[in-house]
């Protein structure tokens, strides 16, 4: 590695969790690998106004699914302005009766619908279930890394927004997590108490196997 590259790599790649008091932004840099503190910066002599807008989420998303919902996502690998700086959007759009399933994150998450009414919920680490019938205007929170979710319950399509403390707030779905791997079907019976053809019902949908 030659000495211009080592001095790149030496000022780009700081930790981002102090680069904001460095440096202004860091824009994602997809030629290195990332890591916890996320990607390395792009030069900012290269950088036009253009890098710093998304328009990614002005488009209804595809709801012709099993879930009859879409979840839209402006995170550091879509929208690689967003490095660095702690946080990420989403654009949640619902068919009649979509469901964006049980899921988690690493981070915090508000939500705030603009047209249409869902049921939103979490539930606490001892169990506890919040939720709430959410209307045009209204927001919620879900804590970072309780289990939530979203139904339309309404008779029209429903459209929410999302902002998360997090560039790459991770996103993992129970559905996917036990149907969409090859985690034997007998140990899944016996972490969930779900009987065989379920599982295999599940892993059909999902693409699991074994």
Do not use: W
Request: net charge negative; charged share 10%.
């Amino acid at each position: 590695m030659d000495a211009q590259k080592i001095i790149f790599l030496f000022i780009f790649l700081v930790p981002l969790s102090s680069a904001t008091s460095i440096v202004d932004f860091c824009v994602a840099d997809f030629n290195y690998p990332g890591g916890p503190a996320g990607y390395a910066c792009r030069n900012p002599a290269n950088l036009t106004a253009d890098d710093f807008v998304y328009s990614g989420l002005g488009v209804a998303g595809n709801t012709s699914n099993i879930f009859n919902a879409s979840a839209f996502l402006a995170v550091d690998i879509t929208f690689p302005a967003l490095n660095g700086l702690g946080l990420s959007m989403a654009r949640l759009d619902f068919g009649v009766g979509g469901v964006i399933p049980i899921h988690a994150h690493r981070v915090s998450e508000v939500i705030l619908v603009i047209e249409g009414t869902i049921i939103a919920g979490f539930i606490g680490s001892d169990n506890t279930p919040y939720y709430k019938t959410l209307n045009k205007g209204d927001i919620m929170i879900f804590p970072q890394s309780l289990l939530h979710f979203q139904v339309n319950v309404g008779d029209s399509p429903a459209l929410a927004f999302v902002s998360l403390n997090s560039a790459s707030p991770g996103f993992q779905t129970t559905s996917f997590a036990l149907g969409a791997n090859d985690l034997p079907t007998d140990i899944i019976q016996k972490i969930t108490l779900l009987d065989a053809a379920q599982i295999r019902q599940l892993k059909t949908v999902f693409g699991g196997t074994n």
